[in-house]
């Protein structure tokens, strides 16, 4: 990995500003960095993003990339775990090591089956829930996969 980031989160192709703002939010929490496929559903000066972001925005590593190739070519991940409702494997499966790329998908629809095939995706992976629920909010699915992540590294720089 060309940086020291413990995990990276990546939207691909954001729609709701507020889900973006909160992710703003955990990653300025936890160290992550979070990356944004274009094009989004909103701009960065949205008010809801700065809203729901708070003051983390200037503490946040955030980049927005043109699309996800330039994203891989900047990150050259080793693993990519891409979350998706229809995975036979829970996200607590899994071993994290830093680096680890936490790839999830736009709020309506989530990852389109053309990411979900890329070569750069090591496993596809879900949160559990209940049956016949569609999916869950987009901030609230990358703290609860984060923070797995994290806790699995022992949680290095919290306090």
């Given at each position: ?9 990546v ?7 507020p ?16 990356h ?115 806790r ?8």
């Amino acid at each position: 990995m060309p940086d020291s980031a413990p995990f990276h989160i990546v939207f691909y192709q954001p729609c709701i500003p507020p889900n973006t703002g909160n992710a703003i939010r955990i990653a300025a929490n936890t160290g992550a960095q979070l990356h944004l496929i274009e094009p989004l559903g909103f701009t960065m000066t949205d008010q809801q993003v700065r809203r729901a972001g708070l003051d983390y925005h200037e503490m946040a590593h955030v980049t927005v990339h043109p699309d996800l190739a330039t994203a891989w070519e900047k990150l050259q991940p080793e693993r990519v775990f891409a979350f998706t409702a229809h995975a036979g494997t829970f996200h607590t499966d899994v071993t994290y090591r830093p680096g680890d790329v936490l790839l999830f998908g736009p709020e309506p629809t989530g990852l389109p089956d053309e990411v979900l095939d890329d070569p750069h995706v090591t496993e596809r992976l879900r949160i559990p829930m209940l049956p016949d629920r569609r999916s869950m909010n987009l901030a609230n699915a990358t703290s609860v996969a984060l923070y797995e992540a994290w806790r699995q590294q022992g949680f290095p720089g919290a306090q």
